[in-house]
């Protein structure tokens, strides 16, 4: 069965980076988009991004251009999602989530299948 | 604020039936395929439809999902206790500042 395991929680001073993990097992890790969503406390899903596992090209989401950086290892079913200069804003729980289907067309994407999600707290 | 306008908060019945709409524009809903989750508290979301009115392997035939023009509706039959979550619409926004984008979300409360 498709399994996502993320790495464990994290607390970052402001201006620090954070790298979360998502390790991927059950399919063929190359075949299927991956997703980043975050929840920041009390609110809603915000869309950061995806990665393309096969080629590792990635589309980010306006919001997050230039901070964010998703890179995957495919020697360990491993997707990466970098979000640097952490403000209090950025306190969240961070999900990566498969796609529905087989690569396709990035506008047709659905986060399908999610990790248990990673809590970063951003703290002075 | 959201890209996808959802109403915060919408209640029901057990048993009842309950609808609950997405507006966006022409640039995400009007052209683009519509997704609905629902997050029970404390778990991660749940694909309960996509592409407007199809569901995944498992989901129940009392959530169903259409879209008209730029919104979208989720409807629940037979409401039960076990809906009481909050759900999100999601969908591609083809503006200068492609992306994926959700709703604000919506609680459901089973009274």
């Known amino acids: 069965q498709v399994q996502l395991v993320q790495s464990g929680a994290e607390v970052k001073k402001p201006g620090a980076s954070v790298k979360v993990s998502c390790k991927a097992s059950?399919?063929?890790?190359?075949?299927?988009?991956m997703h980043w969503v975050r929840q920041a406390p009390g609110q809603g899903l915000e869309w950061m991004g995806i990665?393309?596992?096969?080629?590792?090209?990635?589309s980010y989401a306006q919001k997050f251009q230039g901070r964010v950086t998703m890179t995957r290892d495919t020697s360990t079913s491993t997707v990466y999602m970098e979000l640097s200069s952490l403000r209090s804003e950025d306190t969240a729980v961070y999900y990566c989530?498969?796609?529905?289907?087989?690569?396709?067309?990035?506008?047709?994407?659905?986060?399908?299948?999610w990790g248990q999600g990673t809590l970063v707290t951003v703290s002075s | 604020q959201s890209v996808l306008t959802q109403p915060p908060s919408v209640s029901a019945a057990p048993g009842q039936k309950v609808t609950i709409s997405c507006s966006g524009s022409?640039?995400?809903?009007?052209?683009?395929?519509v997704s609905w989750y629902q997050q029970l508290p404390g778990t991660a979301p749940k694909l309960l439809i996509y592409?407007?009115?199809k569901r995944p392997s498992g989901i129940p035939d009392r959530f169903s999902g259409s879209k008209s023009g730029t919104s979208a509706t989720l409807g629940i039959t037979g409401l039960q206790t076990g809906d009481e979550a909050d759900y999100y619409c999601?969908?591609?926004?083809?503006?200068?500042?492609?992306?994926?984008?959700f709703g604000g979300g919506t609680k459901l409360t089973v009274l």
């Open positions: 059950g399919y063929t890790f190359t075949s299927y988009y």
């Open positions: 989530a498969r796609d529905r289907v087989l690569l396709s067309q990035i506008r047709i994407a659905v986060p399908y299948y």
């Open positions: 022409s640039s995400n809903i009007g052209n683009n395929y």
């Open positions: 592409e407007n009115n």
């Open positions: 999601g969908t591609w926004d083809s503006s200068l500042s492609a992306g994926r984008v």
């Open positions: 990665i393309n596992p096969s080629g590792g090209s990635t």
